[in-house]
């Protein structure tokens, strides 16, 4: 039994929907988008992995039968003679079109992102069959790119606060969730969406998906760093040699290397071994040592970490009056990371006037897997219907739900005189540029999007 069989790729619920639909029933068109949710709009990010991934691999005969046995056995009528028209007239291939906005492009909520329609008349039902494997594909990759993106502009704000450059930013959040995630894929996909806005992670799968699915060249990078095996493996009374065995191993000229440093007592590691026994090593390597607190209250741990070490190895103030440790050793907060405590530590820093340049974050489940599909309340809905060869609209509007209230009609998105994205219908374009473009027919990609491309939109 494969877990591949894109037509086993689905709500159970869906294998009977082909019996669902009025007589004469030829072509359906749904649409996604955001309905709602903590962020104003989203990074539009993940469709072009989903379409190399499972598009354009043909279903075959041998799919179609694993599929029959499985369906009727778990209690649902199958649609063998569907199923056997894409593969004689189709070659194996989904008769749809995807049409969709460029990725990496920032979409406010409420608009139209992706739009799909059956191309043969005869799977009419295909484009509501596809809704489960398109919306789980995109809610996560977009979801991680957003919220990724949100922390970046909250960085951001705090550099432009406390420090004299930005230079630093696009290493200040790093990738520390493969181990939190669900699954490989979603470590794949969501260790490649943290990169369109950061270059710092430890998510291998990450960098793997860019590569493989956007023509990344490396997207990402890491640093050699310690874990707490690392220095408990020589005991508490070699602690000391524990951290002096990494220094030589990884410091030196512009080399860079982080160390947890609370395996047993955080305090007496910074004054005592790293601004005692081995200071004038940290000082002269001509490297970088980034000390990593990993337990306790991180708005209070770091900002106790950070003017403990600016007591021993000093700081200067910069032109907007912040402190900022010397360029040969910064802290990296690991522990108890999300979009909620990164401000707090940030704002507990600036009222220490210490400035954002001097930490970067480590962030773990809380940038892979603490979001879910409703934090931006993705949906796909049909919302349009030909029927003996007449469009009509089609629509939900819930009485005791008027937030989950569908649109109508085959649609377009466009950009108005003052820069707003807007949903119109289709045939309301007139002279507006349709943001929505064919990505995606019959089997075949029909835009490639690189990498550098996504990230280039999705800038702040």
């Not at 949100?150 to 930005?166: G, P, R, V």
């Not at 190895?313 to 405590?341: C, M, W």
């Amino acid at each position: 039994m494969s877990i591949e069989n894109l037509i086993l790729n689905v709500d159970s619920y869906k294998a009977s929907h082909y019996l669902q639909y009025p007589p004469g029933t030829e072509f359906i068109s749904s649409y996604i988008e955001c309905r709602g949710g903590e962020f104003s709009e989203t990074v539009f990010f993940g469709l072009q992995a989903f379409i190399k991934q499972y598009l354009q691999r043909p279903i075959t005969f041998a799919n179609i039968e694993e599929a029959k046995t499985l369906l009727e056995t778990h209690g649902l009528p199958f649609n063998r003679a569907g199923w056997e028209h894409i593969v004689s007239k189709h070659r194996g291939l989904l008769p749809l079109e995807i049409c969709a906005v460029e990725e990496g492009g920032i979409i406010p909520l409420h608009n139209v992102m992706a739009q799909i329609v059956n191309t043969c008349p005869s799977c009419f039902w295909l484009t509501s069959y596809l809704e489960t494997a398109l919306v789980r594909a995109l809610w996560y990759p977009c979801t991680v790119a957003t919220q990724s993106r949100e922390i970046k502009k909250i960085i951001a704000h705090y550099l432009q606060q406390t420090a004299d450059s930005q230079k630093s930013l696009p290493f200040q959040l790093h990738d520390f969730g493969a181990r939190g995630a669900s699954s490989l894929e979603s470590a794949t996909l969501g260790g490649m969406a943290h990169l369109v806005n950061f270059y710092g992670t430890d998510t291998l799968s990450g960098i793997l998906g860019a590569r493989n699915f956007y023509h990344a060249d490396m997207p990402g990078f890491s640093i050699p760093a310690a874990e707490h095996s690392t220095i408990t493996a020589w005991g508490r009374d070699g602690e000391a040699l524990a951290y002096q065995n990494i220094l030589q191993h990884f410091s030196g000229k512009n080399k860079t290397v982080a160390v947890v440093s609370d395996s047993y007592d955080l305090w007496h590691a910074v004054e005592n071994i790293w601004g005692g026994q081995l200071k004038n090593t940290i000082q002269n390597s001509g490297g970088t040592l980034v000390i990593r607190p990993d337990s306790g209250n991180p708005v209070q741990i770091v900002v106790d970490c950070i003017e403990r070490l600016m007591h021993i190895f000093g700081a200067h103030t910069n032109s907007k009056g912040y402190r900022v440790l010397p360029e040969y050793i910064r802290v990296i907060q690991g522990d108890s990371i999300s979009r909620f405590t990164i401000p707090k530590i940030l704002h507990a820093m600036q009222k220490h006037k210490q400035s954002a340049e001097n930490i970067a974050f480590g962030m773990g489940g809380g940038l892979l897997q603490k979001v879910d599909r409703d934090l931006m309340s993705f949906a796909m809905k049909a919302s349009a219907i030909r029927i003996n060869g007449i469009w009509r609209d089609i629509y939900k509007d819930p009485r005791t739900g008027p937030e989950k209230k569908s649109k109508r009609g085959r649609l377009a998105l466009i950009q108005c005189e003052n820069g707003d994205f807007r949903t119109i219908r289709l045939e309301d374009v007139n002279q507006y540029k349709n943001f929505l473009r064919p990505v995606f027919r019959n089997g075949n990609l029909l835009i490639e999007t690189t990498f550098a491309e996504v990230r280039q939109r999705a800038v702040i």
